[in-house]
């Protein structure tokens, strides 16, 4: 059904986040890719200024999207801080 599908998408991009941050704790993290997931696909880019990193994963599956934005403070031995409200879902 279409609501099953959309909540795939968002459980796909919740996965995007996590391989990023993996990346990113590992500092084998690239700019933008995608990871395939389940039946679906995340995309993700990731951006960074200074020691802040912006994430966005878009999970898609069929037809449906999902987009999830989230913010991390990473230090110099590659430490993750999360904020109270480290991740989003915005609009596709």
């Known amino acids: 059904s279409t609501k099953d599908a959309s ?3 968002l459980v796909i991009a ?3 986040i ?3 941050l993996m ?3 590992r ?3 690239s700019s933008s890719y995608s990871l395939p997931v389940s039946s679906g696909t995340a995309t993700i880019t990731i951006s960074n200024v200074s020691t802040t990193y912006t ?3 878009t999970g898609t599956l069929n037809s449906k999207s999902r987009k999830i934005q989230a ?3 990473v230090d110099e031995n590659r430490k993750i801080t999360y904020g109270s409200n480290w991740w989003t879902e915005v609009a596709p």
């Open 7 to 9: 909540d795939e998408a």
């Open 18 to 20: 996590q391989d990023a």
């Open 27 to 29: 500092a084998t993290e």
């Open 14 to 16: 919740e996965s995007g």
């Open 23 to 25: 990346k990113i704790a």
């Open 55 to 57: 994430i966005n994963s």
């Open 71 to 73: 913010t991390v403070t």
